[in-house]
């Protein structure tokens, strides 16, 4: 089956750049969530959509921003990177927002 | 005090024994309960759901919670060396615009060949 697809897997930046992470929800789901994990931590949420609209807002920072487009992928933008973003990035999706929600495979973010 | 409590463990059982990995909560108007599995480095995967009080059993795994005693609880049956990851409990609180996961920091167990 189809899972969530998240792109680049890797990313290595330098402070103060800027970052686009990418997210592809399984087909026919219509709701994304986005998490971040810091090393031995949990996932903490960060923000959601549904129907190409916020749904929620977790600790996300004023420098980032997302959204979700009309074929329901979504991007993540990071600016003014700083070492405490280093994170594992994950994205989940679900049908509709009661459903369970499916992780992607993360994209690893080192900000050097 | 975190939203929700896991032991963190290392929680570590012999192959083929039953690993027992609890989970609690504060909010009560939690109504979605999850466990997922998350190897190193990897992303959670999702093993079981349960949304209401009782069990409810999938394969060798068996989910139970109690939401008097805002408590949920996962069973693993003839736990296998391939079973050795952190265990994630999460709670969504459903309702107005709120349908995100909250999750404990994980419970890591080992099954010991």
């Known amino acids: 089956a189809a899972g969530v697809i998240q792109s680049p897997r890797h990313l290595i930046k330098e402070k103060r750049e800027t970052a686009t992470l990418k997210c592809y929800p399984i087909?026919?789901?219509?709701?994304v969530y986005w998490y971040q994990q810091g090393p031995g931590q949990d996932p903490q949420f960060l923000i959601s959509?549904?129907?190409?609209?916020?749904?929620d807002k977790g600790s996300i920072p004023d420098r980032f921003s997302a959204q979700q487009f009309s074929d329901y992928h979504s991007e993540l933008n990071m600016s003014s990177l700083e070492l405490g973003d280093s994170a594992l990035y994950f994205c989940?999706?679900?049908?509709?927002?009661?459903?369970?929600?499916?992780f992607g495979p993360g994209t690893r973010l080192t900000v050097l | 005090q975190k939203e929700v409590e896991q032991n963190s463990g290392p929680l570590s059982v012999p192959e083929g024994a039953i690993a027992s990995l609890n989970c609690t909560y504060s909010?009560?108007?939690?109504?979605?309960f999850f466990w997922y599995r998350q190897y190193s480095g990897k992303s959670p995967e999702l093993i079981m759901f349960?949304?209401?009080?009782g069990d409810k059993e999938d394969g060798r795994f068996t989910a139970q919670l109690n939401k008097a005693s805002q408590y949920v609880s996962l069973l693993i049956r003839d736990s296998q060396p391939s079973d050795s990851a952190t265990y994630l409990c999460?709670?969504?609180?459903?309702?107005?615009?709120?349908?995100?996961?909250?999750f404990g920091k994980g419970t890591l167990l080992t099954v010991n060949p």
């Open positions: 989940a999706s679900s049908l509709g927002l009661r459903n369970e929600q499916f």
């Open positions: 087909p026919r789901h219509d709701t």
């Open positions: 959509f549904y129907e190409k609209m916020q749904s």
């Open positions: 909010d009560r108007g939690s109504q979605s």
């Open positions: 349960i949304y209401s009080n």
């Open positions: 999460a709670v969504k609180v459903s309702g107005g615009s709120n349908y995100k996961l909250t």
